[in-house]
Nanobody
Framework: QVQLVESGGGLVQPGGSLRLSCAASGIIFSNYVMGWYRQAPGKQRELVAIIGRAGSTRYATSVKGRFTISRDNAKNTVYLQMNSLKPEDTAVYYC?????????WGQGTQVTVSL
């Protein structure tokens, strides 16, 4: 059974930082492209960042320079370091594992950026 379990969300003030983690089980982690997506109220889910099997990364323009995605294949975990957070970063953040013919999602973790 595949499980992606996110953690690390919460309430933070503008300019603050959070680190999200996503622990995967039930898959050969190193074979998957891992990604973080987010969905704000009333909006569609959007890509935040992805990291390839060899470690290549891609970011949404809105988070480039502020967020960093990384992976630890030994721990089957992907991370999202979020710095200089803005109120518009408020959303539910979802972890995704993708491979040819397979696509898995976590349950999401809430990130709220507010005074």
């Amino acid at each position: 059974q595949v499980q992606l379990v996110e953690s690390g969300g919460g309430l933070v003030q503008p300019g603050g930082s959070l680190r999200l983690s996503c622990a995967a089980s039930g898959i050969i982690f190193s074979n998957y492209v891992m990604g973080w997506y987010r969905q704000a109220p009333g909006k569609q889910r959007e890509l935040v960042a992805i990291i390839g099997r060899a470690g290549s990364t891609r970011y949404a323009t809105s988070v480039k320079g502020r967020f960093t995605i990384s992976r630890d294949n030994a721990k089957n975990t992907v991370y999202l370091q979020m710095n200089s957070l803005k109120p518009e970063d408020t959303a539910v953040y979802y972890c995704n594992a993708a491979n040819a013919g397979a696509d898995y999602w976590g349950q999401g973790t809430q990130v709220t950026v507010s005074l």
